[in-house]
T-cell receptor
Framework: DQQVKQNSPSLSVQEGRISILNCDYTNSMFDYFLWYKKYPAEGPTFLISISSIKDKNEDGRFTVFLNKSAKHLSLHIVPSQPGDSAVYFC?????????FGKGTRLHILP | DAGVIQSPRHEVTEMGQEVTLRCKPI?????LFWYRQTMMRGLELLIYFNNNVPIDDSGMPEDRFSAKMPNASFSTLKIQPSEPRDSAVYFCASTTGGGSYNEQFFGPGTRLTVL
């Protein structure tokens, strides 16, 4: 049973446009959400996080939105840049448990 | 700091052989996590330690898998005997403070191929 779902395996976006990556979760116990970015042959690196008491967190070009009633979060990247091409993992946690989604591969097109 | 160090980076072995993956966390980090990444299942948490003590090993797939952390600067993940379905990339990560609530620092991974 997948508790954290990233339903889009891949996404292509034009450079300069907005990239929106989506993530759904099923367990209402999750109280903290994180996004990680992964380049080939490297480990994931932390990107941005949000607590369940907030609905938005912004860091430069990256913004994460949380809709608790829908159990949905999204990562917005504006504007998208070539270096953003990577796999993005959504993760949800509570009580030291952390569950990752399968990832979405983002391609930024020139 | 050199970051999380994993060895080997690549391992190719034959079915039935014992495989040992190694991890050195970032100095001062008190949480250590082992993950497995496959196409089918994405990134799965296998086990994590806090202050060298295993806290949750519910993600370990079966008894063929074992993990130890004899001290704060070293951990191993062992598979004995290995099977082709164990082929995956294995990541080690470390963090401090709030465990899964804090940013985890991942190593580069070990790509395991079991023939």
């Amino acid at each position: 049973d997948q508790q954290v779902k990233q339903n889009s395996p891949s996404l292509s976006v034009q450079e300069g446009r907005i990239s929106i990556l989506n993530c759904d979760y099923t367990n209402s116990m999750f109280d903290y959400f994180l996004w990680y970015k992964k380049y080939p042959a490297e480990g994931p690196t932390f990107l941005i996080s949000i607590s369940s008491i907030k609905d938005k967190n912004e860091d430069g070009r990256f913004t994460v939105f949380l809709n608790k009633s829908a159990k949905h979060l999204s990562l917005h990247i504006v504007p998208s840049q070539p270096g953003d091409s990577a796999v993005y993992f959504c993760a949800a946690s509570y009580d030291d448990k952390i569950i990752f989604g399968k990832g979405t591969r983002l391609h930024i097109l020139p | 700091d050199a970051g999380v160090i994993q060895s080997p980076r690549h391992e190719v072995t034959e079915m039935g052989q014992e495989v040992t993956l190694r991890c050195k966390p970032i100095s001062g980090h008190d949480y250590l996590f082992w993950y497995r990444q496959t196409m089918m299942r994405g990134l799965e948490l296998l086990i994590y330690f806090n202050n060298n003590v295993p806290i949750d090993d519910s993600g370990m797939p079966e008894d063929r898998f074992s993990a130890k952390m004899p001290n704060a600067s070293f951990s191993t993940l062992k598979i004995q005997p290995s099977e082709p379905r164990d082929s995956a990339v294995y990541f080690c990560a470390s963090t401090t403070g709030g465990g899964s609530y804090n940013e985890q620092f991942f190593g580069p991974g070990t790509r395991l191929t079991v023939l």
